[in-house]
């Protein structure tokens, strides 16, 4: 097994600088495949002020994913952003609300502010790339305390408006379920997602291992997707639940009740553990699920997590675009947009 991914290793190396990589900048538009075609980079936490001293900066990267961590604090009724304190804000997002703002504000809001720091910034870069948040619940939500998927959808459209590429939006009028759209391959190009942003939600760290908790955020979102269009209101829908770490075979067979596994077309785990185990990662790809692959230095031969050189990160991109990613993550926030915002085909 180490010798076949040393090889693969190699030939990725050996082949980056041939294959059609584009480097996109902060307000370029995205290449024209669909988002189901292309493969791309994103960084892990950067809404954490040692990753990026603004979040604006992180939007200026040319990644295509920006994670958020969210706490639910259900006695202050806000949704604190953090990585460890679920009772307040230590975030690089600012108060910021205008273009002017950006850069200069105070730091550590909450997600409202994030969120007006994104409608500031596309402001300024109304073309920009295609932007997936990641959005980590780290307690999950809180429904009954007033703090649930609805609430946090509302603040959303809120905010973002038109801006944000929805679950509707790949069910359009034809499709019943996202996996119906998806394995029709209803995705929209890159060019038509100019200026647009899609939200990830996954389970948080703390929900996962809260013992009176087994209602976690990605089973809880998918329920609300099933219940919104069985009411003819699904265009309320903000996010795509993703189904958690890397597994063999289809990983919605976790779910016990039948009715929400259509409703997951994002997937997201280690890039090492699909990968090194071998899994049949060409299974997300011909169903057209978008795949997002964390941890990719990790992956063996291991590279840095936090600076390798350009040429072993697109290397890196490379091998795990012919492993069917979607988007792979990594601490690679000193890197330039030639690797942060370098798009390049998928399989």
């Known amino acids: 097994m180490r010798i076949r991914h040393t090889a693969r290793w190699v030939i990725g190396a050996l082949t980056a600088a041939a294959l059609s990589v584009t480097a996109l900048g902060g307000s370029a538009q995205g290449a024209a495949p669909k988002l189901s075609e292309a493969t791309t980079v994103g960084v892990h936490n950067a809404y954490e002020k040692a990753t990026y001293t603004y979040f604006a900066n992180a939007l200026d990267s040319g990644s295509s994913l920006l994670e958020i961590d969210i706490w639910t604090d259900s006695i202050s009724k806000r949704w604190r952003v953090s990585h460890s304190n679920p009772l307040g804000n230590d975030n690089n997002c600012e108060k910021a609300s205008t273009p002017g703002d950006l850069y200069s504000k105070d730091r550590n809001q909450d997600f409202g502010s994030c969120l007006d720091n994104i409608a500031a910034w596309q402001q300024l870069h109304p073309d920009h790339r295609p932007i ?186 490379s091998l795990l675009a012919a492993d069917h990613a979607s988007i792979i993550t990594a601490d690679w926030s000193a890197l330039s947009p030639t690797v942060l915002g370098a798009v390049t085909t998928r399989g």
Request: charged share 20%.
């Open 132 to 317: 997936t948040f990641k959005i980590e619940m780290k307690n999950g939500y809180n429904n009954t305390g007033g703090l649930g998927p609805d609430e946090l959808d509302a603040l959303i459209s809120a905010k973002l408006g038109s801006s944000v590429f929805k679950p509707s939006d790949l069910l359009g009028s034809t499709y019943s379920t996202l996996d119906a759209a998806a394995q029709a391959d209803a995705w929209p190009s890159r060019d038509a997602l100019a200026g647009k942003v899609m939200f990830e939600v996954i389970p948080g760290t703390f929900e996962k291992a809260n013992p009176f908790d087994s209602y976690w955020t990605d089973r809880e979102y998918a329920d609300y997707l099933r219940n919104l269009y069985a009411a003819g209101t699904i265009t309320k829908a903000q996010m795509f639940p993703a189904v958690l770490d890397a597994a063999a075979g289809d990983p919605r067979t976790r779910y016990s009740d039948t009715t929400i596994r259509p409703w997951f077309v994002v997937f997201d785990g280690d890039a090492a553990t699909y990968v090194n185990n071998g899994y049949d990662t060409a299974w997300y790809d011909d169903r057209h699920y978008f795949l997002i692959m964390t941890g990719a230095a990790g992956v063996s031969p291991a590279i840095s997590s936090t600076a390798p050189t350009e040429a072993e990160a697109l290397a890196r991109l």
